[in-house]
């Protein structure tokens, strides 16, 4: 089974290679990604078929061998994949976000916000085109959490940017549809951990003015009604 297991990795490992699955568009790659976590679920479901047939025919496994079936089912090829799978979806997700929020936004130099935010995410991708993503050696897993901490110190400074001109026209708002409307365009950046921490303190603001909205209009039919009654 540890040999069926390392043959399988090498094979698909070959089969990657001519991917290139950091340069592939994100369409194709979802089609490859779901391709390769069907070869990984059918492994692992006869990973433990083989471990149920072991107990059994044996009443129990031995210690020896239940380490093996552990080591077996920690597969650093699937590992790895999972990481990519999971960077590649947030990374396009966020793209997506800044697409739909950021059309209508310049920035201080009356540059097109889109454009200059997708640039500099862009830039942070291009870390992932200079190593070998599926390098699954110690080496290569260290090389991978370099760039990655490589590339997020890069988006920072986009969602930087980005909080400051948020923060800019929350201030700007005279009154809470003002406030609903810069939050409403706003609204798809706000799953973003930095982002919507650095909001938070707009949205009390928002909830007083509204409550304060509410207290107005209470007390005005309150008044009305007061004044028919008379």
Do not use: C
Not at 17 to 29: A, G, I, K, P, T
Not at 197 to 207: F, K, M, N, P, T
């Amino acid at each position: 089974m540890n040999a069926l297991t390392q043959d399988l990795n090498e094979q698909l490992l070959k089969i990657l290679s001519n991917f290139q699955v950091m340069h592939l568009d994100y369409q194709e790659f979802e089609a490859l990604r779901k391709e390769i976590q069907s070869v990984f679920g059918l492994l692992f479901e006869k990973i433990n078929d083989f471990r149920g047939m072991l107990v059994s025919n044996r009443s129990r496994l031995d210690a020896t061998s239940n380490k093996v079936m552990d080591n077996i089912m920690k597969n650093p090829l699937k590992e790895r994949l999972e990481r990519i799978f999971i960077f590649r979806k947030h990374h396009d997700k966020f793209r997506q976000i800044i697409k739909k929020t950021l059309s209508n936004e310049v920035s201080g130099d009356k540059k097109n916000l889109e454009d200059v935010a997708l640039s500099k995410i862009n830039e942070a991708y291009q870390f992932f085109h200079a190593i070998n993503v599926l390098d699954i050696s110690k080496e290569g897993f260290d090389l991978w959490d370099q760039t990655e901490r490589t590339y997020n110190l890069k988006i920072d400074k986009v969602e930087s940017q980005i909080t400051s001109i948020l923060k800019a026209k929350l201030s700007q708002a005279q009154n809470a549809n003002e406030m609903f409307r810069v939050f409403q365009i706003f609204n798809a950046l706000f799953t973003r951990p930095r982002i919507r921490g650095a909001i938070q303190e707009y949205q009390i603001q928002l909830l007083i003015k509204v409550e304060k909205d509410i207290e107005i209009l209470r007390d005005k039919l309150l008044n009305n009604q007061s004044q028919e009654q008379h």
